[in-house]
């Protein structure tokens, strides 16, 4: 009896470790943004499209997008740091992502 009581305990602890496993393999944690597939353009990107950069919200977004408005196109991507809220560690955080291009 001991034995069939010892196996069930295995067997179950087996189940279950194999269960949690496979549930986490199917846990999709949710984005603050959406992945950047492409780089993007910081000379024609919309506020939408700018939120897709990591630690960029609607704000900074909106700053990025006035900025464009009122001094002109970017003419590399270091300028970002001359926006409002964007310094040397968030430009190196979405350096990769985005581009210049007229």
């Known amino acids: 009896m001991k034995k069939t009581l010892t196996g069930l305990a295995i067997i179950t ?6 269960h949690i496993a ?3 393999e199917n846990v999709s944690v949710p984005a ?3 992945e950047v597939s492409q ?3 910081l000379n ?3 506020v939408d499209e700018l939120t897709a950069l990591p ?3 609607k704000s900074k977004a909106q700053a990025i997008v006035n900025y464009r408005t009122d001094v002109g196109e970017f003419l590399e991507v ?3 740091t001359e926006v409002k809220g964007i310094g040397p560690k968030m430009l190196s955080k979405i350096e990769h992502f985005v581009m210049v291009a007229n």
């Open 22 to 24: 496979h549930a986490q």
């Open 13 to 18: 602890a087996m189940a279950f470790q194999a």
């Open 78 to 80: 270091e300028q970002l």
């Open 32 to 34: 603050q943004h959406a």
């Open 55 to 57: 630690g960029i919200g």
């Open 44 to 46: 024609t990107a919309s």
């Open 39 to 41: 780089k993007i353009n």
